[in-house]
């Protein structure tokens, strides 16, 4: 009995670290996004429209990914 209490919590522990560590992977996944995409705005200013939607795109699949691995995260928590 002692074992089955000892892996749910190690099971929650395990959820809390897989969602902590896509939230970061995800804030730096587009704090670099973000930075590249300025050094490119600055290097070719005339092209900012096509960088900026670009970057939103980018920056979207990334936080997609991040909440999948928040779901997954959950979902090994509850189930």
Known sequence: MISLLLAAEIAK???AVGG??????????????GGQAMDAMARQPEKMGDLR??????????EGVAF????VALLALFV
């Open 20 to 33: 902590g560590l896509a939230a970061i992977g995800a804030g730096i996944g587009i704090g670099k996004l």
């Open 68 to 71: 999948f691995a928040v779901i």
């Open 13 to 15: 522990l395990g959820a």
């Open 53 to 62: 939607s670009s970057m939103i795109i980018a920056a979207a699949l990334v």
